[in-house]
């Protein structure tokens, strides 16, 4: 199974490995995010939705990302107050 899509990410942490959120099977085994060069904000990324601008992995216009996720990983974006940003994000599950 395969899941694109494109979540707008904000400055409320949401999590993006989420069934509910993507529209995709349950389970997924891997997810690549990439911020395109188009937007203007870095993203921060974390394992819960405490995440923040302070706390996350962060993620650069044009940068990206390959995660593999086991069963019961969530993976939460965010951007800084103010910033919004549309990124790409990949699903997959063996």
Do not use: H
């Not at 099977?25 to 921060?44: E, F, L, M």
Request: charged content about 10%; hydrophobic content about 40%; some cysteine.
């Amino acid at each position: 199974m395969i899941r694109a899509y494109k979540p707008v990410i904000t400055a409320t942490a949401q999590e993006i490995s989420s069934t509910t959120a993507s529209g995709s099977a349950a389970n997924p085994t891997s997810i690549s995010i990439k911020n395109p060069s188009a937007n203007t904000g870095t993203i921060y990324l974390g394992g819960t939705n405490a995440v923040t601008s302070a706390t996350g992995f962060p993620i650069a216009p044009g940068e990206g990302m390959d995660i593999d996720l086991a069963g019961g990983d969530d993976v939460y974006a965010v951007c800084a107050t103010g910033l919004t940003a549309t990124v790409s994000v990949l699903l997959t599950r063996e």
